[in-house]
């Protein structure tokens, strides 16, 4: 028995039997049939744009007649290699032409022979044959947009048509456009295949103004068509007006409102698409300053990530495509103190009844730091979970939680300054409850060494 059988193992086999006084010996052929072997010798006779003549001769055929012949290509575009498009290619023909190709496309070929038992290996590849440039007869053009620049500027912009899909040499883009309302078109040559912009300027140009815009293309063969109209919109100006009424309060150290009253809204050659935010402090210059943007007719925001105690300038301009408007009068404000940088100390924790008691030492603010007005007492029953928010006035609190639950817990102070530090992450384990085994006296003793050891620890950490 010869498993897993191979063309190699064809051949001539002899099975004998010997004896001291004679043998005898018997042979027989063994053929095994198989897939085609590679056909060899492809060549590309004849190519026009789209199709191309091939030629190729036999290739063994494993004891087994071909059957039919598949035809594969490959571009510098492609992914690896790809079956193309012929007619039916029998067993006995040794030719066959290829259609559906791309214009100005560099191929190469190959050929695989099949049979009744399966499809062979693939020949060598044929040298590389370029297909013969074409005038475009489809547009390729996509997501014709544009708008924005400068002043008296139209500014057209468009995708890139891939090389593939170019058809020929010397590539490039026709833009047509006319303002809205007119009848003949104004065209502009692009000899660039990369090319994706095209920008007419014109003093004449009112801001703003719509026109009708469509793009085509050319090569050395000829035009192609132009793509669908579109409307673009040529340069607005600036805004002519400054914001008034601009007001700023500090929320906080690090967080300061503005607001301002906004600029009337229309549909004018001056839009206002919304509002841009400079500020700076007295050690830094005004050309230098921090920058925020608002979208829209809003007419207020928060500036976030500001210094503590330190007195900032702010003023607020409209902007659109165009840039940006006047500035407005600069206002200053003062932010508040930081809030205390001493987290609570001392922090000690008990159970009574289902409730979590919690009590720690008081935070004291330095003298350039905000008083403390309360805290906020975080818990979770995870660390990957949200945490719930308490506040509180007093420096202890009593959490109404099940015991059952281990619990990390959490402590800061707050005041005007905002947040300060936050106590280091407690984590109280789960506590028997009324039907563990034990009296109440134990569940007591066991709450005190828990309030005794939490006391030792975070004594020690401080």
């Excluded at 607001?259 to 230098?288: C, F, H, I, M, Q």
């Amino acid at each position: 028995m010869i498993r897993n059988i191979q063309l190699r193992h064809a051949g001539k086999y002899t099975c004998a039997v010997q004896t001291k006084v004679d043998s005898i010996s018997i042979a027989v052929d063994l053929v095994v049939r198989g897939p085609p072997g590679p056909p060899t010798s492809i060549q590309v006779e004849e190519i026009s744009d789209t199709t191309a003549s091939l030629s190729w001769r036999l290739g063994p055929d494993n004891h087994s007649p071909i059957t039919a012949y598949t035809i594969q290509a490959r571009t510098p575009f492609s992914l690896g290699w790809q079956a193309v498009t012929t007619e039916v290619v029998g067993g006995n023909r040794l030719t066959a032409t290829v259609i559906d190709l791309s214009p100005w496309v560099e191929y190469e070929f190959r050929v695989l022979a099949g049979n009744t038992i399966g499809t062979g290996e693939p020949s060598k590849p044929s040298k590389q044959a370029r297909t013969k440039g074409t005038c475009i007869s489809q547009g390729h053009i996509g997501n014709v947009s544009g708008g924005g620049g400068s002043r008296s500027e139209l500014v057209i912009t468009w995708e890139p048509v891939p090389e593939e899909l170019q058809n020929g040499p010397g590539f490039g883009y026709v833009v047509a456009f006319r303002p809205h309302g007119a009848t003949g078109w104004m065209q502009a040559a692009v000899p660039s295949a990369e090319a994706s912009r095209y920008v007419f300027k014109n003093e004449s140009i009112q801001p703003f103004s719509p026109f009708h815009v469509k793009v085509g293309v050319y090569n050395n063969e000829g035009e192609g068509p132009f793509g669908p109209v579109t409307t673009i919109y040529s340069a607005e100006e600036e805004p002519g007006r400054a914001p008034t009424r601009v007001r700023a309060k500090s929320l906080s150290a690090s967080e300061i409102e503005v607001t301002w009253k906004a600029l009337p809204w229309n549909a004018s050659k001056k839009r206002v698409l919304g509002y841009e935010l400079r500020y700076w402090n007295r050690s830094e210059r005004e050309d230098t300053a921090s920058v925020q943007r608002t979208v829209g007719n809003q007419t207020s925001t928060i500036i976030h990530g500001v210094k503590g105690s330190t007195t900032y300038y702010i003023s607020v301009r409209a902007y659109n495509t165009a840039g940006t408007g006047p500035p407005s009068a600069s206002v200053n404000v003062t932010t508040k103190k930081p809030p205390p940088s001493q987290p609570p100390g001392k922090v000690m924790w008990s159970t009574l009844n289902s409730k979590i008691i919690l009590n720690w030492e008081q935070v004291r603010a330095l003298e350039n730091e905000s008083e403390v007005t309360g805290y906020k007492v975080l818990y979770k029953k995870n660390r990957h979970s949200r945490p719930s928010v308490m506040e509180t006035n007093t420096t202890s609190v009593e959490l109404a939680l099940p015991t059952d639950e281990d619990y990390i817990i959490q402590i800061k102070p707050f005041g005007e300054g905002g947040e300060g530090s936050s106590s280091r992450q407690i984590t109280i384990p789960r506590i028997p409850g009324p039907n563990a085994v034990g009296s109440a006296s134990k569940v007591s003793t066991l709450s005190a060494l828990s309030t005794i050891a939490l006391s030792f620890t975070a004594r020690t950490s401080l």
